[in-house]
């Protein structure tokens, strides 16, 4: 064979060089996002969201977080339901003061299961022998821990994640992350404003692989790469946002939330709105209308695209999701259509979080 399952999904997850490199697009199961809310607005959240999926999107909005508890739950299937992803975060208070000091535990999950491991599909004698197929999984783990507090400034918020991340390919192959992010939120009037930087420090994977003599004869005979313990880089990014809530009505029980984001990459030019060299740019879009707190319609653009035609014309793509949300006392569903990337705007995922949030005083319910 000249190439195998097993051969695929280690190129898809592990680096196979021999020193220290930057990847465009490594960790990228980080990217995906946390919370039906802010996928469903595109992302756009980094200056409004306050809830317990603050940890991931701009830890600085947990200091917004006045609950006793809050639960964030979320399950997301991707490619037809082959690939799962899995979000669980909590939220405490540490202080309940002005300052408002917030700690906060999460975890992600992104991975494929039982893939088929094909490497001893052969005798020796070169006969097919389906009883030697086995299958492992490829996953990404990340665990995060973040700390957020309101500053004296009135509406001044800071927050920060240390993430650590550990990623595996079966027995094959294995790594271990740290990373930083660090956030700022801030509030005046009806105006929101936020910014994040992600993998400041920037953030390494170190991959160790672990082949058996058979396996790697194998490789060998059919000429692919046997990888080498390496380390993955990523590049620090910066995401800044603004969102402005007009209210309707005279008891303001109509809201209407749009928000502006711009995803600032320095790891080269990508294929995006404004790309270039080092930095590329990728804005952001969404909408957030609520009533009385309890319903919610969201809507999002972001993924903006030059692709070229058949014709060598070139077109601009653009990924659109959409979402609602029902707030029921403490408990909060939110649900969102989004778009993976395809091009073709066919391959839609469903996505459920599941938000429990109480307050101090326990006689009263979530606002």
């Known amino acids: ?219 060998a005979s059919t000429n692919n790469v046997i990888p080498e313990n390496s380390v993955e880089l990523t590049s620090p990014r910066i995401i800044m946002g603004a969102a402005y809530l007009f209210s309707f009505s005279k008891t303001k029980s109509i809201t209407l939330l749009p928000e502006i984001d711009l995803d600032l990459t320095t790891d080269g030019k990508r294929n995006v709105l404004i790309p270039g060299k080092p930095i590329s740019i990728d804005p952001r879009i969404g909408v957030e209308a609520g009533y009385k707190q309890i319903i919610y319609l969201r809507a999002g653009l972001s993924n903006f695209q030059k692709v070229s035609d058949i014709d060598s014309t070139r077109s601009l793509t653009v990924q659109p999701n959409i979402g609602v949300g029902l707030k029921i006392k403490s408990v909060t569903i939110d649900y969102a259509l989004t778009n993976l990337g395809d091009l073709s705007g066919s391959l839609y995922s469903n996505v459920f979080s599941l938000r429990i949030a109480l307050n101090n005083d326990k006689n009263k319910i979530i606002k």
């Open 1 to 219: 064979m000249k190439k195998t399952i097993t051969m695929l999904a280690l190129l898809l997850s592990a680096s196979v060089a021999s020193q220290a490199q930057f990847y465009k697009y490594s960790n990228e199961f980080l990217a995906i996002g946390t919370g039906a809310r802010g996928l469903s607005m595109s992302g756009a959240v980094i200056a409004s969201n306050s809830d317990v999926t603050s940890a991931y999107w701009n830890p600085a909005g947990l200091a917004n977080d006045d609950k006793k508890f809050d639960l964030g739950l979320m399950h997301s299937e991707y490619f037809a339901g082959i690939a799962k992803y899995d979000y669980i975060g909590l939220a405490l208070p540490l202080q309940n003061k002005s300052l408002n000091r917030i700690l906060a535990f999460s975890l992600i999950r992104f991975g494929v299961d039982d893939i088929p491991n094909t490497l001893f599909l052969y005798d020796p004698d070169g006969s097919i022998n389906y009883n030697n197929i086995t299958s492992f999984s490829v996953a990404d783990y990340a665990a995060m821990i973040s700390y957020a507090q309101k500053l004296s400034v009135n509406g001044l918020r800071l927050g920060g994640t240390v993430k650590i991340i550990h990623r595996t390919a079966g027995n094959f192959a294995t790594s271990w992350g740290l990373g930083l992010d660090a956030g700022i939120q801030y509030e005046k009037n009806n105006w929101r404003f936020g910014a994040i930087g992600k993998d400041i420090t920037t953030t390494f994977n170190a991959w160790s692989f672990n082949f058996t003599s058979d396996e790697q004869a194998i490789f």
